[in-house]
Nanobody, 124 residues
Framework: QVQLKESGGGSELPGGSLRLSCESS????????MAWFRQAPGKERQGVAY????????HYADSVKGRFAISLDTTKNTLYLQMNSLKPEDTAMYYC?????????????????WGQGTQVTVSA
């Protein structure tokens, strides 16, 4: 059983930065892929970024490309999301997710494990 715990959310001004962390309860396995999703009030959950096993490649939603960076520290079993140039539309609950398999994308059904979420609010 994989347990995920997010941290690092909070309130920030537009243009500011935050770094989210997601600690995994197990060592990163060769076939484990991880992702960040977010859900704004009244909207469906959407994928933000995902990273392949062993961080061979990553992918970003168009809305965050060039501003956000996903990374994985296998020595700490921790996934990160560095968020720069924050915008009010980035306000959402951010969730960490993990899955096993050969295919990685934003299809939520592929992710078996989810964290509880951490709130990010961007407002002047």
């Amino acid at each position: 059983q994989v347990q995920l715990k997010e941290s690092g959310g909070g309130s920030e001004l537009p243009g500011g930065s935050l770094r989210l962390s997601c600690e995994s309860s197990i060592d990163t396995l060769p076939s484990l892929y991880m992702a960040w999703f977010r859900q704004a009030p009244g909207k469906e959950r959407q994928g933000v970024a995902y990273i392949s096993p062993r961080a061979f490649f990553s992918h970003y939603a168009d809305s965050v490309k060039g501003r956000f960076a996903i990374s994985l520290d296998t020595t700490k079993n921790t996934l990160y999301l560095q968020m720069n140039s924050l915008k009010p539309e980035d306000t959402a609950m951010y969730y960490c997710a993990a899955g096993f398999g050969d295919t990685v994308d934003f299809e939520e059904s592929r992710y078996s494990y989810w964290g509880q979420g951490t709130q990010v609010t961007v407002s002047a």
